[in-house]
């Protein structure tokens, strides 16, 4: 079936860090994948997203490849911020299972001064 | 361009009550979805709708059903609420038509039921 893995957190970094947080995912097919972001007491929003092997997503510093070979799409940034503090979720998609996402259990970061 | 609203932002129920959770998008997406989440649990997916007149299960349907209104409005309702529904509950939504078109999501409505 069709599932998203990522990493364990949660992810404590100093100001100016590089991240890396792994996804990797199971799918059939060719599946869209997505990066969300979910800031404390809000709910999810679009980080990025590649919808074909070897596509680059990015958006606002944040980066992450499309890499069928290795069935991943780790979300990268080379310097964090405090603002980047948030949870992020790794998510696929595939039009013919009625339009359904299936998600990470998503990576909490906290980001220090 | 309000997105998707979600009502109410807060519940507080006492154990066997029912209550209606509101969605609405004004982006003319065809598929609909609502999504509970726990700690340590990330998104699970309670009900979704494809289109306009189809509803399905999706992980964890049990002691939820759903109506999809119309195109606008898909609504979730706890029958008799058990503690186990507490939870913080998203409703988002899709275009649909393409594997390319993200999900966009509700601010969240956060339910205790004591």
């Known amino acids: 079936g069709n599932s998203v893995t990522q990493m364990e957190g949660p992810v404590t970094l100093s100001e100016e860090a590089f991240l890396t947080i792994n996804c990797t995912y199971t799918?059939?097919?060719?599946?869209?994948l997505f990066w969300y972001v979910q800031y404390p007491g809000e709910g999810l929003q679009l980080l990025l997203k590649?919808?074909?092997?070897?596509d680059k997503g990015s958006n606002k510093g944040f980066e992450a490849t499309y890499r069928k070979e290795t069935t991943s799409f780790h979300l990268e940034k080379g310097s964090v911020q405090v603002s980047d503090s948030a949870v992020y979720f790794c998510?696929?998609?595939?039009?013919?299972?009625?339009?359904?996402?299936?998600f990470g259990t998503g990576t909490s970061l906290t980001v220090i001064p | 361009n309000a997105g998707v609203t979600q009502t109410p932002k807060f519940q507080v129920l006492k154990t066997g009550q029912s209550m209606t959770l509101q969605c609405a998008q004004d982006?003319?997406?065809?598929?609909m979805y609502w999504y509970r989440q726990d700690p340590g649990m990330g998104l699970r997916l309670i009900y979704y709708?494809?289109?306009?007149?189809?509803?399905d299960k999706g992980e964890v349907p049990n002691g939820y059903n759903v109506s999809r209104l119309n195109k606008r409005e898909f609504s979730l309702r706890l029958e008799s609420a058990a503690p186990s529904q507490t939870s913080v509950y998203f409703c988002?939504?899709?275009?649909?038509?393409?594997?390319?078109?993200?999900?966009?999501f509700g601010p969240g409505t956060r339910l205790t039921v004591l």
């Open positions: 709708s494809a289109s306009e007149g189809t509803t």
């Open positions: 982006m003319n997406h065809n598929s």
């Open positions: 988002a939504s899709t275009e649909g038509r393409s594997s390319y078109n993200e999900q966009f």
């Open positions: 998510a696929l998609k595939k039009t013919n299972t009625g339009n359904q996402f299936y």
């Open positions: 590649a919808t074909k092997a070897d």
């Open positions: 799918a059939t097919g060719y599946p869209s």
